[in-house]
T-cell receptor, first 111, second 111 residues
């Protein structure tokens, strides 16, 4: 079953705390993405990963870093979370036909 | 870089009518134009795509048109049903794994 799984689905953190968002896929896709979605701003690309340890910045990488040590896992890390990082974060993987498969999202609130 | 604009932020139609969502793009190198659907509280889900070697593609009640000269593409949903209500995102991409999204169109199908 083709699936992208995100954990946790909901998270509340205090400003300055570290945040780890995890994403897994069972399709052996090489390319994976992290986006954030805010009202009125559509999807903003944070990072792309082309495979294990091969990551590139997207349009809004500041304040984020990523880790991909296994093809099926792609993590988004916020070191010292800020209130403006309150958002819904989506992970996606891409198949050979360019179709993206999205997770259900991780809703992060930073207070 | 590529910029994708969705012209309608909201669209309301009566059940059974057709809905049309229009998008434009800026980069003539873009060759792949997918559409995604997002239901409330969910991730995005691929619905249909078109590539630059054709100007029309149909899948059941969905029709995508591409006008490369005008750098414009559109999604037509015929015989709309209440379950078509969602946010629809157009996107454009090419061979570097980057896919650029529009800001989304909220489609409401009224019974």
């Amino acid at each position: 079953d083709m699936k992208v799984t995100q954990m946790p689905r909901y998270l509340i953190k205090r400003m300055g705390e570290n945040v780890l968002l995890e994403c897994g896929q069972d399709m052996s896709h090489e390319t994976m993405y992290w986006y954030r979605q805010d009202p009125g701003l559509g999807l903003q690309l944070i990072y792309i990963s082309y495979d294990v340890d091969s990551n590139s910045e997207g349009d809004i990488p500041k304040g984020y870093r990523v880790s991909r040590k296994k093809r099926e896992h792609f993590s988004l890390i916020l070191d010292s979370a800020k209130t403006n990082q309150t958002s819904v974060y989506f992970c996606a993987s891409r198949d050979s036909g360019n179709t993206l498969y999205f997770g259900e999202g991780s809703r992060l609130i930073v207070v | 870089g590529e910029k994708v604009e969705q012209h309608e932020s909201t669209l309301s139609v009566r059940e059974g009518d057709s809905a049309v969502i229009n998008c434009t793009y800026t980069d003539t190198a873009s060759s792949y134009f997918p559409w995604y659907k997002q239901e409330a509280g969910k991730g995005l889900h691929f619905v249909i795509d078109i590539r630059s070697n054709v100007d029309r593609k149909q899948s059941q009640r969905l029709i995508v048109l591409l006008d490369k000269k005008a750098k414009r593409f559109s999604l037509h949903i015929t015989a709309t049903q209440p379950e078509d209500s969602a946010i629809y995102f157009c996107a454009a991409g090419f061979n570097n794994n980057r896919i650029f999204f529009g800001d989304g169109t909220q489609l409401v199908v009224k019974p």
